[in-house]
């Protein structure tokens, strides 16, 4: 169902950070390492948390780290269609969480 809201409201016009689930005895910071390297090709050093997101009407919490990149290369990984570094008084916070945004309020409508 997720999906299909998405691509109506136009999933693929947002930008978002990398995220996803944790494996099995991952942490939450080897989980950022692995999902920035997996679909932004990038090895990033963690450097602190910067932001925890609560999304209760689809039961997650998303945990945000400030990192910085151990090499001056990233790419698109197989989910991503670009890239970008921002600096950190530029990024562009609404274009990132805006869907979760449109998510809430069509899920609630449905």
């Known amino acids: 169902m997720a999906i299909q809201i998405f691509e109506l409201i136009g999933w693929h016009q947002h930008r978002t950070l990398p995220t996803g689930y944790l494996e099995i005895r991952e942490s ?10 997996e679909e932004a090709g990038a090895e990033v050093e963690v450097i602190s948390p910067f932001a925890q997101m609560d999304i209760p009407f689809i039961g997650q919490t998303y945990v945000i780290f400030l990192a910085k990149l151990k090499k001056p290369q990233f790419s698109p990984g197989p989910e991503s ?26 899920y609630r409508r449905c």
């Not at 939450?28 to 390297?37: D, M, Q």
């Open 28 to 37: 939450a910071i080897e989980g950022a390492i692995r999902e920035t390297w």
């Open 81 to 106: 269609s670009e890239c970008c570094l921002f600096e950190l008084d530029n990024i562009p916070f609404f274009g990132i969480f805006s869907h979760f945004c449109y998510f809430e309020f069509v």
